[in-house]
């Protein structure tokens, strides 16, 4: 069973930076495409980040392009989103979701979803 649990949200000024965590299990996120979705309150979920690692392809919502990164930690079955210079906008419930079918970062749709977890950040 597929397993995905974010953690590393919190409260942080305009400017600061946080490293979201998700923990994977039931599979390898090297064989999966890896997305991150945010929900701000009272809007509709937007994709935020999305890597396939099938493909390579690599996918950045223009509003975190040169702020926020996605890496990986193979021993730990961990994916990260590392968020610089954040911003009041930036708040909401960011979800990372997995999907093993091509062409996931470009559909943005996935089969497995986390919890999510609260970024919030204050002016």
């Known amino acids: 069973e597929v397993q995905l649990v974010e953690s590393g949200g919190g409260l942080v000024q305009a400017g600061g930076s946080l490293r979201l965590s998700c923990a994977a299990s039931?599979?390898?996120?090297?064989?999966?495409?890896i997305g991150w979705i945010r929900q701000a309150p009272g809007k509709e979920r937007e994709g935020v980040l999305c890597v396939d690692n099938n493909d390579g392809t690599t996918w950045y919502a223009d509003s975190v392009k040169g702020r926020f990164t996605i890496s990986s930690d193979n021993a730990k079955n961990t994916v990260y989103l590392q968020m610089n210079n954040l911003r009041p906008e930036d708040t909401g419930i960011y979800y990372c979701?997995?999907?093993?079918?091509?062409?996931?970062?470009?559909?943005?749709?996935?089969?497995?979803w986390g919890q999510g977890t609260q970024v919030t950040v204050s002016s």
């Open positions: 039931g599979f390898t996120p090297d064989d999966y495409a």
């Open positions: 979701a997995a999907d093993f079918l091509p062409g996931t970062c470009l559909k943005m749709v996935f089969g497995s």
